[in-house]
């Protein structure tokens, strides 16, 4: 063989090595790539998780209702967590008790618009501070898996405490997902009202994290399933929670309690498909209410004679006396 034939032999294999050595130079840059990308989804994760188990406590001014009383009460949670709350009782009262629950990052505060209809209205309102918010122990917030139970607890305390002749259930945004998940379990209730309620958690927190990635539609649900399935994998590994269990619409599908659902259609916080997801578990016992040009939790504001009529007509058509 020539010396030429043996430098074009030579050639033809440095090229081969040089193409393999190429390809694997590729691949590792995919890999490293791939493994940058999903150390970023797992922090972005806990990052999200964490944010949205502790949030902000705000604390309540005082507040009082001419023609009643008010008292401080409160509770254990099954985890050893103090739970408090006001009892308002109207000194007409008419034996029938409400049980008002706020939204995330809020207070019993949130819902003293609503304990003052009802009072106005003879019914007794217990309004509390759901865990991890107000003056309310218990370190994190559950969405539901935990404050499910809570909410039979402060039913179990009324009948102890009040004997009422018929308890009620008012919610708004998480404390409407909240109430529907304690039907899961509580039968007591005569009949409840959810404003503003989400479907299931995990549905919610993929809504709320693509609402903060710029692009288009189809892209932001991408980015956001993938963000939201790892911080439900560290909720999981670092506190024991699974958030898949934070689902309204598992509660409500065999529940026999009536309950009114309100949605507002301009809500971009909580969208109205949520209640229409609801509503579609159990149309033999929930009623749908949506309520044109009103925005997240802000029914009353939309349409406040309605507003009344319908949540104080719900109540009354399902008093057990």
Not at 170 to 179: K, N
């Amino acid at each position: 063989m020539g010396a030429g034939a043996v430098s074009v032999l030579n050639f033809g294999r440095s090229a081969r090595v040089f193409g393999v050595m190429a390809r694997r130079g590729r691949i590792g840059w995919i890999l490293v790539g791939a493994g940058v990308g999903v150390a970023l989804f797992l922090a972005a994760g806990v990052v999200l998780c964490e944010s949205s188990v502790r949030v902000p406590k705000r604390m309540t001014p005082e507040v009082s209702f001419t023609g009643s009383s008010r008292r401080s009460v409160q509770i254990t949670a099954s985890d050893g967590a103090v739970l408090r709350a006001w009892l308002f009782t109207p000194e007409n009262s008419s034996g029938n008790y409400v049980i008002a629950l706020h939204g995330i990052s809020d207070s019993r505060g949130g819902v003293m618009g609503l304990a003052r209809l009802f009072v106005e209205n003879r019914y007794a309102v217990l309004a509390p501070d759901g865990r991890g918010h107000g003056e309310s122990g218990g370190e994190l917030v559950t969405y539901g898996v935990r404050e499910a139970d809570d909410v039979h607890r402060w039913v179990d305390w009324l009948m102890d405490s009040e004997h009422p002749r018929n308890v009620y259930g008012m919610g708004e945004s998480l404390g409407a997902a909240v109430l529907l998940q304690s039907l899961g379990r509580e039968r007591r209730f005569s009949a409840v009202v959810a404003e503003c309620p989400f479907a299931n958690f995990e549905r919610v927190a993929e809504d709320r994290v693509a609402q903060r990635i710029p692009g288009d539609l189809f892209l932001r649900r991408a980015l956001a399933i993938p963000m939201v399935w790892s911080g439900f994998l560290y909720a999981r590994v670092r506190y024991g929670l699974d958030f898949r269990d934070a689902s309204p619409e598992a509660a409500v599908a065999h529940s026999e309690t009536p309950m009114l659902l309100i949605h507002g259609l301009a809500d971009t916080n909580i969208y109205p498909g949520h209640s229409k997801i609801l509503a579609g578990r159990n149309r033999r016992s929930i009623s749908l209410w949506l309520v044109p040009g009103a925005r997240h939790t802000a029914a009353y504001d939309a349409a406040p004679l309605e507003f009344r009529t319908r949540v104080l007509g719900w109540f009354a058509a399902h008093r057990h006396d």
